[in-house]
């Protein structure tokens, strides 16, 4: 069905349709990709893949039917279309996913902010700060470091009893931007990994009073526009950018991302910063795929997402009838810091059977599973619009068997995380950390040291040590307990020395 508010023809895809019809002209390709459509290929990978893929690989000029003019024109008018469905002012592709697109809008803050603060604007190292919750994927403190901007962190909280992060009080952003003198932006995660999400809409309203941007990491929200019974998509709640990972939840191929914005001087900035972020030689396949991934959305996007809610709800029902395991459901909207809950992903608590998630995680892969990640306690599986009834009824099955072997022989309970140890005090830039010398150090020895490198227990994900960041006591034996727990720890210079990159201050 149409959204009628839908302004342009969204039956359209031109990319897509100007790459077929270059197919389908037959030209002979004396012009890049060198396999030439395809004609030289290692034989195991023609066989695994056939030709067709490679005669969609172009990089030279196709032709819109609308246009019949050249591949930068079709873009703009794919984005067009995409800017239209998804209700943005502007919108991008993105070829280095949303990675890009995240420090795209980080640099462009910082050069929008630069305006409005007098004297600031040219000064790489001036102290311009932007407020960001502390477990926010690495891609924003690569931004940072590229845009020398300083973070003002909002711890998230910790939720003992999934053993998940859950987003950062609505106190602690209002906290953050009293204390902060050169304030650039907000920047939020919108929702985390397991589909949950902050007051948005509220920290866009500090956002707005303060006459400040507010950043998106819309990673997983792509879908949002489309089903009423998702959470609204950040671009309603009053974001002024943000940027999806597509090929997370829509039918897109991996690393394409979209970048939306609904200010017009982001806007106006975002293809010259762009152009320094990613390939000048973008795959138009990605492309491609984007362009009908959003057409599919704005003809289908709500029907075929009522069926992926349908099939995560009857999944969850089903689960929660299991002795031993449990299934996030909506009480979580009962928790004060959280605004936001998409029902599609399937947080899956398994340490009622006396199992850790990387174990649980384990032998579902032995039964045909495959879940997206293993936490402490749990395992989290996404549906989306690529299931269908046979596959989640196998996901049921394989928890069902799961639960019966358990129930068997106990084991001991998993590890729970001990309590995040309060961020060192921020010693120098994180630009400044990164690109300074660095020197290996024993983690045991590294007290009082400036982290040149983030170091995090996997999960949560959140960073216990930020470049910058002074290491404290506190920091070193929270890691030493994760890594005695079994728990991964991400940022060593060398895993089994248990070494760390500090800064060479001499
Ligand atoms: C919350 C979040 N933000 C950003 C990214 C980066 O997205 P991409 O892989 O599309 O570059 C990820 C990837 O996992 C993510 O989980």
Same mark, same amino acid.
């Given at each position: 069905?149409?959204?009628? %508010?839908?302004?342009?023809?969204?039956?359209?895809?031109?990319? &897509?349709?100007?790459?077929?019809?270059?197919?389908?002209?037959?030209?002979?390709?004396?012009?890049?990709?060198?396999?030439?459509?395809?004609?030289?290929?290692?034989?195991?990978?023609?066989? @695994?893949?056939?030709?067709?893929?490679?005669? =969609?690989?172009?990089?030279? %000029?196709?032709?819109?039917?609308?246009?019949?003019?050249?591949?930068?024109?079709?873009?703009?008018?794919?984005? @067009?279309?995409?800017?239209?469905?998804?209700?943005?002012?502007?919108?991008?592709?993105?070829?280095?996913?949303?990675? *890009?697109?995240?420090?795209?809008?980080?640099?462009?803050?910082?050069?929008?902010?630069?305006?409005?603060?007098?004297?600031?604007?040219?000064? +790489?190292?001036? /102290?311009?700060?932007?407020?960001?919750?502390?477990?926010?994927?690495?891609?924003?403190?690569?931004?940072?470091?590229?845009?020398? =901007?300083?973070?003002?962190?909002?711890?998230?909280?910790?939720?003992?009893?999934?053993?998940?992060?859950?987003?950062?009080?609505?106190?602690?952003?209002?906290?953050?931007?009293?204390?902060?003198?050169?304030?650039?932006?907000?920047?939020?995660?919108?929702? #985390?990994?397991?589909?949950?999400?902050?007051?948005?809409?509220?920290?866009?309203?500090?956002?707005?009073?303060?006459?400040?941007?507010?950043? +998106?990491?819309?990673?997983?929200? @792509?879908?949002?526009?489309?089903?009423?019974?998702?959470?609204?998509?950040?671009?309603?709640?009053?974001?002024?950018?943000?940027?999806?990972?597509? !090929?997370?939840?829509? /039918?897109?191929?991996?690393?394409?991302?979209?970048? !939306?914005?609904? #200010?017009?001087?982001?806007?106006?900035?975002?293809?010259?910063?762009?152009?320094? &972020?990613?390939?000048?030689?973008?795959?138009?396949? &990605?492309?491609?795929?984007?362009? *009908?991934?959003?057409?599919?959305?704005?003809?289908?996007?709500?029907?075929?997402?009522?069926? *992926?809610?349908?099939?995560?709800?009857?999944?969850?029902?089903?689960?929660?009838?299991?002795?031993?395991?449990?299934?996030?459901?909506?009480?979580?909207?009962?928790?004060?810091?959280?605004?936001?809950?998409?029902?599609?992903?399937?947080?899956?608590?398994?340490?009622?059977?006396?199992?850790?998630?990387?174990?649980?995680?384990?032998?579902?892969?032995?039964?045909?599973?495959?879940?997206?990640?293993? /936490?402490? #306690? !749990? +395992?989290?599986?996404?549906?989306?619009?690529?299931?269908?009834? %046979?596959?989640?009824?196998?996901?049921?099955?394989?928890?069902?068997?799961?639960?019966?072997?358990?129930?068997?022989?106990?084991?001991?309970?998993?590890?729970?995380?001990?309590?995040?140890?309060?961020?060192?005090?921020?010693?120098?830039?994180?630009?400044?950390?990164?690109?300074?010398?660095?020197?290996?150090?024993?983690?045991?020895?590294?007290? /009082?040291?400036?982290?040149?490198?983030?170091? &995090?227990?996997?999960?949560?994900?959140?960073? +216990?040590?930020?470049?910058? %960041?002074?290491?404290?006591?506190?920091?070193?034996?929270?890691?030493?307990?994760?890594?005695?727990?079994?728990?991964?720890?991400?940022?060593? @210079?060398?895993?089994?020395?248990?070494?760390?990159?500090?800064?060479?201050?001499?």
């Amino acid at each position: 069905m149409l959204r009628a %508010e839908y302004r342009l023809d969204q039956t359209k895809a031109p990319f &897509l349709e100007g790459l077929i019809q270059y197919s389908r002209d037959q030209v002979i390709p004396f012009h890049t990709p060198g396999h030439k459509q395809g004609r030289s290929l290692d034989p195991e990978l023609q066989s @695994a893949l056939g030709r067709l893929p490679f005669l =969609l690989d172009l990089s030279d %000029e196709i032709a819109s039917q609308a246009h019949g003019d050249n591949s930068e024109r079709v873009l703009r008018e794919a984005e @067009a279309l995409a800017a239209d469905a998804f209700g943005a002012k502007a919108t991008f592709f993105l070829h280095n996913g949303t990675t *890009a697109g995240i420090q795209a809008m980080l640099l462009a803050a910082r050069q929008w902010a630069g305006r409005t603060l007098p004297g600031a604007g040219c000064a +790489v190292e001036d /102290g311009m700060e932007i407020i960001v919750p502390r477990s926010v994927h690495r891609s924003v403190l690569g931004g940072l470091i590229l845009a020398g =901007l300083v973070p003002r962190f909002v711890s998230d909280t910790w939720d003992q009893e999934w053993s998940i992060p859950l987003p950062p009080p609505q106190e602690a952003w209002q906290a953050a931007a009293a204390g902060s003198q050169f304030l650039a932006a907000y920047f939020d995660t919108y929702p #985390n990994y397991y589909g949950i999400a902050g007051h948005l809409d509220r920290t866009a309203d500090l956002a707005a009073a303060g006459d400040k941007l507010l950043l +998106v990491d819309e990673a997983h929200g @792509a879908h949002f526009r489309f089903h009423p019974a998702l959470p609204p998509a950040a671009l309603s709640l009053g974001a002024d950018a943000c940027a999806q990972s597509a !090929h997370k939840v829509l /039918g897109v191929l991996t690393q394409a991302s979209i970048l !939306h914005i609904n #200010n017009e001087e982001l806007a106006a900035t975002m293809p010259q910063i762009l152009g320094m &972020l990613q390939s000048t030689s973008p795959s138009f396949l &990605l492309y491609a795929s984007l362009d *009908a991934g959003r057409r599919q959305m704005a003809l289908a996007g709500e029907h075929l997402w009522q069926r *992926a809610l349908e099939l995560s709800s009857t999944a969850r029902e089903k689960i929660n009838r299991m002795p031993g395991l449990r299934c996030l459901g909506e009480e979580i909207l009962n928790k004060p810091q959280v605004g936001f809950w998409d029902p599609t992903k399937l947080l899956i608590k398994v340490d009622g059977l006396g199992l850790s998630g990387s174990e649980a995680e384990k032998r579902l892969r032995a039964k045909g599973i495959q879940v997206e990640l293993a /936490g402490l #306690n !749990h +395992v989290l599986a996404l549906i989306a619009i690529g299931d269908g009834p %046979e596959e989640v009824e196998a996901l049921v099955r394989a928890l069902e068997e799961l639960q019966k072997e358990r129930s068997s022989s106990r084991r001991r309970p998993p590890a729970s995380l001990p309590q995040l140890p309060r961020p060192g005090e921020m010693l120098v830039s994180l630009r400044r950390a990164i690109l300074s010398p660095r020197r290996e150090l024993s983690l045991a020895a590294a007290q /009082g040291e400036v982290a040149a490198e983030a170091v &995090l227990p996997y999960p949560p994900g959140i960073p +216990v040590l930020v470049p910058g %960041e002074r290491i404290t006591v506190e920091s070193i034996d929270f890691l030493q307990d994760c890594g005695r727990k079994g728990i991964e720890i991400r940022g060593w @210079a060398n895993a089994d020395r248990q070494t760390i990159w500090v800064v060479d201050i001499d």
